[in-house]
Structure formats: C-alpha cells, structure tokens
C-alpha cells in the first residue's frame, strides 16, 4: 500500500509562492490518479487539484486555477503542488491523497499524507 507524506508547507506574504511535495513509498506510485485537497480551521475539505496517472492530466478548482500547478515525477515518487500569487483564503492545511482513478471527488482517494500547513498573511 502507497504511504504518503507532504512537505514544503509554511508561512507565506500574499502574492508569494510555495512549492508543496508528496513523497510516496511503495512500487506502484505511477497507478496512481493524484490530488491535493485542503481544509481551512472551520471549513470542510475542499478539493484544490489532480492529476492523471502519467500526469497528461489535470484538474482544478475554480479558486487555484491559473495560480496553482499540479505535477508528478513518477521516476521519483513524487506529486508536486506550485502555489503562486498565494492569498490569505488560501490558508489551511494541504494534503496530498492517492486514487484508484483521477477523480477530482474525495471518495474516490483511498490513501491520504498527514498533511502540511500553509499560511498565508496579508
């Protein structure tokens, strides 16, 4: 079974950038549809992007998109999230989850990473 574990989360200026990385344990990584969600102190889990198994591709949620890139290196176990122009909304905790198919839905993930904090002030 796939393991997850997220990193590159932190404190952040509006307008500012950060890179989110998922490491992912086991041999079949690339079987994987991969997708970061978030969950904001009081809100619900929201999906924010996902990718494909071979990373062709991606999705995301109206409120990322055009600032937020999803990609994966699947020679190195690895699903990315590039946060730009970051906004104090974007403020929650990210993590990162595997699927048996490329969903942009929570039931469809069947692992999750612990998850790593990103907040962003104004």
């Known amino acids: 079974q796939v393991q997850l574990v997220e990193s590159g989360g932190g404190l952040v200026q509006a307008g500012g950038s950060l890179r989110l990385s998922c490491a992912a344990s086991?041999?079949?990584?690339?079987?994987?549809?991969m997708g970061w969600f978030r969950q904001a102190p009081g809100k619900e889990r929201e999906f924010v992007a996902a990718i494909s198994q071979s990373g062709g591709g991606t999705y995301y949620a109206d409120s990322v998109k055009g600032r937020f890139t999803i990609s994966r290196d699947n020679a190195k176990n690895t699903v990315y999230l590039q946060m730009n122009s970051l906004k104090p909304e974007d403020t929650a905790v990210y993590s990162c989850?595997?699927?048996?198919?490329?969903?942009?839905?929570?039931?469809?993930?069947?692992?999750w990473g612990q998850g790593t904090q990103v907040t962003v002030s104004s």
């Open positions: 086991g041999r079949t990584f690339s079987s994987y549809g």
């Open positions: 989850a595997a699927s048996g198919i490329t969903s942009r839905y929570i039931p469809a993930y069947h692992t």
